[in-house]
Nanobody
Framework: QVQLVESGGGLVQAGGSLRVSCAASGLTFSTYAMGWFRQAPGKEREFVAGITRSGGSTYYADSVKGRFTISRDNAKNTVYLQMNSLKPEDTAVYYC???????????????WGQGTQVTVSS
């Protein structure tokens, strides 16, 4: 079965950096666009970043543009989210997701990981 397993979350001070990873199995990774979403306490889950199948194109939510970078390694079946200049408002559970088509909407994603907590202290 398809599994997406996030790792790398943790506690970091404001202004710091963190990289979260998502290892995929049970699917042909290179045929799926990948995305990162996040859900803060009391808020709905929101799109953070997306990357196309080949990694040739990336796109971001305005709130993270210029601070976060999504990348993928198709040989390792892994997608990454490098987060720099972190702010307390970035505190959330971060989820990776796989989609045949990509996009900004949750409904467009077929498979989801269990999430990893990122906490940014002020």
């Amino acid at each position: 079965q398809v599994q997406l397993v996030e790792s790398g979350g943790g506690l970091v001070q404001a202004g710091g950096s963190l990289r979260v990873s998502c290892a995929a199995s049970g699917l042909t990774f290179s045929t799926y666009a990948m995305g990162w979403f996040r859900q803060a306490p009391g808020k709905e889950r929101e799109f953070v970043a997306g990357i196309t199948r080949s990694g040739g194109s990336t796109y971001y939510a305005d709130s993270v543009k210029g601070r976060f970078t999504i990348s993928r390694d198709n040989a390792k079946n892994t997608v990454y989210l490098q987060m720099n200049s972190l702010k307390p408002e970035d505190t959330a559970v971060y989820y990776c997701a796989a989609s045949r088509w990509g996009g900004l909407e949750e409904s467009g994603y077929d498979y989801w990981g269990q999430g990893t907590q990122v906490t940014v202290s002020s």
